[in-house]
């Protein structure tokens, strides 16, 4: 066969033999660095890229795993039902370490190298705070699943945005009024000396006062105590009840050492069950908590009332009725919070929709119609209840459960309405400039 | 170490990986542009932390409290006081001398695995009391310094740090400055000094050397440099934590140094260099990047067991400062 093309003739003009060798060591290097090959623009038929900030390790990493879950399972559904904007959703995944200097770095890598379409996806909230400025920077939309104040708070950028879970101000805010009326009046407040408790601290005692109670005294406990019975007597005799926020390991000791001071006498308690997620409430030494209340984003075990859009939920997360994996029943999921990630991802649906996304050039667009957005229905996208959108603050707010462990189970009893939760905004961000 | 150094070959080495670094601007991709602007400053965090363990033969636990000092001293200045960029980078600066002069007159009466928890525990205050004073620090969560925070103006030149190349440049500033000091220091007298000190207090005392000066001066270097360091990552990055604080940012430098090559001038860019990359490859690979880290570890330890350019030093290129 002949080169009548003269492909092969390096003699031909165009194709030196420097250029031939430029060539080879270009592609050469491609090969052996795939992390430095500029990836091409996405194509309008391109899968659209959500850069998933994962806490994979370090401390977030139980959270981390069913964030996981729950966004593949939606991920899938969105795209076995045509995809967004008639493209099919592709999730890359980079572990942040549970590290805020980490986190920033990962926003970096998905904007510059995986350019990925947005951000998405991060509970810790000094991961949100440290990668904040960076999704400022570059410009790149940052939906976070973190219930912290932060975003709400206006201390962030315009492109952070929180329209899947409810934040803890309006959370702590919303329970306040069932705690007044029905487990106590004067309220002792244990939580941990930190930004989380802080949050409690700082907002549960105007609610409990419009709610007509009173919080008699505030223990922090500083982040590093094993031991907490030498705390045990600054509880004021008169304590109602005992609001606690432990979170971390310790809570199993907490608990423990609380049922061995008080023995059957103590005041009530009502708990945040983040303290317990991933953890099964029926583990050796949280006995004392049988009877105790908690608040739950999404109810951790089934209940009676469940719409068909719940149990559709829990189904596809793989979920069973007591809330731990359908593979593995010791393997107790988020639930409180991890339903945060299937509908913010319906939301990025929903705006990326809305502002006729395309790629990148238009995630000014994007931001101005998530901003626009004000209520999302209870449904398949929205299974933990309806909510109510706030573009100024970039915060959504919803209902909060409250439930009952007994038996074994935590069983829903109450759930508060979203104006409960709502407060009045101290910041817009619609005033920054895209 | 020095003997049969050629002083040309040395800084004629620094000139280059300094061009180097300048010319990666131009030609690096964003992402790790914008990473290596990151590991310039953390190198230049560790050469703070080399010139005390590598040249003085100190080893500390707590050096995070310096690069906080700096971040703290900068970002809250700014965060609260409005103070400019140049002037927040001084207070970051102020903080760093003044915190390593109390902590070297107090840590350095004790020395050995004694220094090693003193300097921990001084760190551990420093990182509880950032947790304390949440109101003023943010605690846990930290704070966001906002990009109009971060612009200097300089006349009429703007120099916005929030812009790539501008903040990359900046960095690479901050560390070649560091860089030749440190190549400066560790060939003057006093460098020898160190050394003499690391290799035998008592014989360097009996010559008539005051040790105890020496080492302090040691100490309050490397705190400014760790310190200039936290006040850069603060204003080119934006973000004031306690994490930076904490006794993980302590153990990293030591880390990055003894990959490179403890007492190598441009060990902590290798080792620093070295970690992140590995870290950023495998975790695109597997969650379980930290075993993968950890044999290469294994690995550089049985065949470089004086970190890379500390081996290559003793094997091969003996010129190497």
Same mark, same amino acid.
């Given at each position: ?8 003739? /390096? ?126 920077? /570059? ?205 913010? /991802? ?19 667009? /994007? ?68 | ?321």
């Amino acid at each position: 066969m002949t080169d009548r093309q003269g492909f092969f003739d /390096l003699s031909k003009k165009g194709i030196t033999r420097r250029t031939a060798l430029k060539g080879l060591v270009a592609t050469g290097s491609g090969l052996v660095a795939p992390g430095f090959v500029r990836y091409s623009q996405a194509q309008s038929s391109a899968p659209i890229k959500i850069g998933f900030q994962c806490h994979r390790t370090g401390i977030g990493a139980a959270y981390g795993r069913w964030y996981e879950k729950t966004t593949n399972a939606a991920i899938k559904l969105i795209n076995d039902a045509g995809g967004i904007n008639g493209r099919q959703v592709e999730i890359v995944i980079e572990d942040d370490g549970t590290d805020a200097g980490r986190g920033a770095e990962v926003v970096g890598k998905f904007a510059n190298q995986h350019k990925t379409d947005i951000v998405y996806g991060t509970l810790f909230s000094n991961v949100v705070i440290g990668s904040a400025p960076t999704a400022g920077e /570059l410009k790149i939309p940052y939906y976070v699943v973190s219930e912290g104040y932060h975003v709400a708070s206006g201390k962030l950028n315009r492109y952070c945005l929180q329209p899947g879970i409810t934040d803890v101000r309006a959370q702590v805010t919303s329970v306040a009024p069932w705690i007044a009326a029905n487990a106590g009046k004067k309220v002792t407040m244990v939580f941990p000396d930190y930004a989380f408790g802080y949050d409690h601290r700082d907002y549960l005692p105007p609610a409990l006062k419009n709610a007509g109670a009173e919080v008699v005294a505030q223990i922090a406990i500083p982040p590093t105590e094993s031991s907490f019975t030498k705390y045990f007597p600054q509880i004021p005799a008169e304590t109602d009840v005992i609001y606690h926020v432990m979170v971390g390991p310790a809570v199993l000791t907490f608990v423990k050492e609380l049922g061995e001071f008080y023995g059957s006498n103590g005041p009530k308690l009502f708990g945040f069950i983040d303290s317990l997620e991933a953890v099964d409430v029926n583990s050796p030494g949280l006995e004392y908590l049988n009877g105790s209340h908690f608040w739950e984003g999404a109810p951790r075990y089934a209940q009676a009332d469940d719409s068909d859009a719940m149990k559709a939920y829990r189904a596809a997360v793989g979920i069973d009725d007591n809330g731990a994996s359908t593979s593995d029943a010791n393997d107790v999921s988020t639930a409180a919070h991890m339903f945060g990630c299937w509908e913010t /991802l319906y939301v990025i649906k929903k705006a990326m929709e809305d502002s006729g996304y395309k790629g990148p050039e238009d995630r000014a667009k /994007l931001i101005e119609a998530t901003e626009a957005l004000t209520e999302f229905a209870e449904g398949p996208e929205h299974p933990q209840g309806k909510k109510v959108f706030n573009g100024k603050i970039h915060q959504v707010f919803g209902s909060q459960n409250i439930s009952k462990l007994e038996g074994g189970k935590l069983t829903v009893v109450h759930k508060t309405s979203i104006e409960d939760g709502q407060y009045e905004p101290e910041a817009d961000y619609t005033t920054q400039a895209l | 170490m020095m003997e049969g150094s050629s002083p040309a070959k040395a800084y004629l080495l620094h000139v280059a990986v300094i061009a180097l670094l300048f010319v990666l601007n131009f030609i690096l991709p964003a992402y790790h542009h914008g990473l290596l602007a990151r590991i310039l400053v953390l190198a230049t965090f560790a050469m703070g932390y080399n010139l005390l363990f590598g040249y003085v033969g100190l080893l500390s636990l707590g050096h995070a409290m310096f690069f906080a000092a700096g971040l703290y001293g900068a970002g809250l200045g700014v965060h609260h006081f409005g103070l400019s960029v140049p002037v927040a980078f001084m207070a970051a600066l102020a903080c760093g001398a003044v915190l390593s002069l109390v902590i070297g007159l107090l840590a350095l009466r004790t020395s050995g695995v004694a220094f090693m928890i003193v300097t921990m525990m001084f760190a551990q205050v420093l990182a509880l009391a950032i947790l304390y004073f949440a109101p003023l620090t943010g605690g846990d969560q930290g704070l966001v310094l906002q990009q109009q925070e971060r612009v200097v103006h300089l006349g009429d030149t703007v120099l916005d740090l929030t812009n790539p190349t501008a903040r990359y440049m900046v960095a690479l500033v901050l560390f070649s400055i560091v860089l030749l000091l440190t190549l400066a220091v560790v060939r003057s007298r006093f460098g020898r000094v160190l050394i003499a000190v690391r290799e035998n207090e008592e014989r360097t005392r009996m010559l008539g050397y005051d040790t105890f000066a020496n080492k302090l001066a040691a100490v309050v270097i490397s705190g400014v440099i760790c310190a200039a360091a936290g006040g850069a990552y603060a204003l080119l990055f934006g973000y004031v934590g306690a994490n930076f604080a904490s006794v993980q940012y302590s153990i990293l430098p030591l880390l990055w140094v003894l990959l490179g090559g403890a007492a190598t001038t441009l060990g902590p860019l290798i080792g620093t260099l070295f970690m992140y990359y590995i870290v950023d490859i495998t975790s695109g690979y597997t969650s379980a990047y930290l075993l993968i880290v950890g044999i290469a570890l294994i690995l550089l330890v049985l065949f470089f067991p004086k970190g890379i350019l500390g081996t290559l030093r003793q094997r091969w290129v003996r010129w190497l400062p």
